[in-house]
C-alpha cells in the first residue's frame, strides 16, 4: 500500500546552521510532493511542492530534493532561525484526486 | 482573502454522543478535505468534498460524514462517538481545476472523547 516515512522522528540543530530533513515514499504513482510545517497548535502550513518531473526546487531559504529512483525527499533549510522549530511533514498526491498522504513527521528543534 | 476557518477550536464529547465540526474554505476554493491528526501522528485524509459532492474517501467507517454546502463551506459529522476519535481534525481548501493544487490548511478543530 501506499505510505510515506520520514527517517527521523527528532532532529536538533544549532541556530544558523543548515538542516536537511528525509522523507521516503512507497507509492511510485504519486506525482506531487508537499512539505508542510505545523507549529503547535496550528494547522499545516504550506512550505514548498515539487512535482515528479523536477528534481530540485528552491524558495526563500528552503529547497526540496526529490530522487525518483529511490524514492526519497529532502528537504533543506538554510540558516536555520529559532521560528524554524517545529514539527516537518512531507505528503504525496496522485492520481489527480488532490488526497494528500502525510508522514509521521520530523521535530526540529533549534538550539540557540 | 480570508484563510480556512474551523469551528469550534475545541470540543468535549463523551462516548456515543455525535458531534459536528465546521470548516469555512478559503476565498475562491472549492474543493474542501478533511483530515484527522492522531497526537503525534501525521493527518490522515478522511474525505474530500467537491461541488457539494464527496470525492474521494479514506479508510474511515461510515459514521464519518460530510456536507459542502453551495458557499463551499463544510461539515464533519461523526456519530457514535469513540474514544480514539479523540484527535485534531482538519479541513483544508483548495482551488480545482487540475492536479497539483496546493491545499490551505485550517487551524483545527481538538476533539476529546471521554
Known amino acids: 500500500g501506499e505510505s510515506v516515512g520520514l527517517h527521523l522522528p527528532t532532529l536538533s540543530v544549532q541556530e544558523g546552521d543548515n538542516s536537511i530533513i528525509n522523507c521516503a515514499y512507497s507509492?511510485?504513482?504519486?506525482?506531487?510532493f508537499i512539505w508542510y510545517k505545523q507549529e503547535s497548535g496550528k494547522g499545516p502550513q504550506f512550505i514548498i511542492d515539487?512535482?515528479?518531473?523536477?528534481d530540485k526546487r528552491q524558495g526563500q531559504r528552503v529547497t526540496v530534493l526529490l530522487n525518483k529512483t529511490v524514492k526519497h525527499l529532502s528537504l533543506q533549510i538554510a540558516a536555520t532561525q529559532p521560528g524554524d522549530s517545529a514539527v516537518y511533514f512531507c505528503?504525496?498526491?496522485?492520481?489527480?484526486?488532490?488526497?494528500?498522504?502525510f508522514g509521521t513527521g520530523t521535530r526540529l528543534t533549534i538550539i540557540p | 482573502e480570508t484563510g480556512v476557518t474551523q469551528s469550534p477550536t475545541h470540543l468535549i464529547k463523551t462516548r456515543g454522543q455525535q458531534v459536528t465540526l465546521r470548516c469555512s474554505s478559503q476565498?475562491?476554493?472549492?474543493?474542501v478535505s478533511w483530515y484527522q491528526q492522531a497526537l503525534g501522528q501525521g493527518p490522515q485524509f478522511i474525505f474530500q468534498?467537491?461541488?457539494?459532492?464527496?470525492?474521494g474517501r479514506g479508510n474511515f467507517p461510515p459514521r464519518f460524514s460530510g456536507l459542502q454546502f453551495p458557499n463551499y463551506s463544510s461539515e464533519l459529522n461523526v456519530n457514535a462517538l469513540e474514544l480514539d476519535d479523540s484527535a485534531l481534525y482538519l479541513c483544508?481548501?483548495?482551488?480545482?481545476?487540475?492536479?497539483?493544487?496546493?491545499?490551505?490548511f485550517g487551524p483545527g478543530t481538538r476533539l476529546t472523547v471521554l
Open positions: 507509492n511510485s504513482a504519486s506525482d506531487y
Open positions: 515539487i512535482r515528479s518531473n523536477m
Open positions: 505528503a504525496e498526491e496522485g492520481g489527480g484526486n488532490e488526497k494528500l498522504t
Open positions: 483544508a481548501s483548495s482551488p480545482r481545476g487540475g492536479q497539483y493544487n496546493e491545499q490551505f
Open positions: 468534498y467537491y461541488r457539494e459532492e464527496e470525492n
Open positions: 476565498s475562491g476554493h472549492n474543493t
